[in-house]
């Protein structure tokens, strides 16, 4: 095996002139454009991150709104618990008084009654006793004063109650 001399430093020559021709022309458009992607990634690996920043305090907000919500609602439902209670309260309340005035009603309009009742039994009690009298009168002419007392007694009982 022979190595060839030549044909080795015309490689090294070649790879060098090569390397200049594409550092100058080349690599730095390529090295531009990887360190242009370099940023891209970069800048969209920060927008990612920003992202999911602001997606973890966007839902610890939407939880933080639902719990406030349930709360809200929570106190809704029992402020319309205790407004039921008391109207229900108000309208038993009524009820019983309107129940006691009626029953008061009732009494007083019966003892109106009751008291007419007996104001007309008397008065014709009074007039069926002197209609009794004038004939136990009328048959006996005779001025007994046994039976006149008696008469005068049982008008005065029967009038002088009140």
Not at 21 to 31: D, Y
Not at 38 to 67: D, F, G, I
Not at 68 to 81: C, K, L, T, V
Request: no cysteine.
């Amino acid at each position: 095996m022979n190595i060839l001399w030549e044909n080795i430093v015309i490689t090294i020559i070649s790879f060098i002139i090569l390397y200049f021709l594409l550092q100058k022309f080349a690599f730095s458009k390529l090295f531009g454009i990887m360190e242009q992607r370099r940023e891209l990634v970069m800048s969209q690996m920060n927008e990612a991150a920003q992202t999911r920043q602001q997606a973890a305090a966007y839902v610890e907000e939407q939880k933080k709104a639902l719990e406030q919500a349930r709360q809200d609602a929570h106190e809704i439902i029992e402020r319309s618990r205790q407004t039921s209670n008391k109207q229900a309260e108000q309208i038993l309340e009524q009820a019983k008084e309107e129940a006691v005035r009626l029953k008061s009603e009732a009494v007083r309009d019966i003892e109106n009654e009751k008291k007419k009742a007996v104001e007309e039994l008397r008065s014709e009690l009074g007039s069926v006793s002197v209609k009794i009298a004038s004939k136990l009168i009328e048959r006996e002419v005779k001025n007994d004063k046994a039976q006149e007392e008696l008469v005068d007694q049982y008008l005065k009982e029967v009038g002088g109650r009140p």
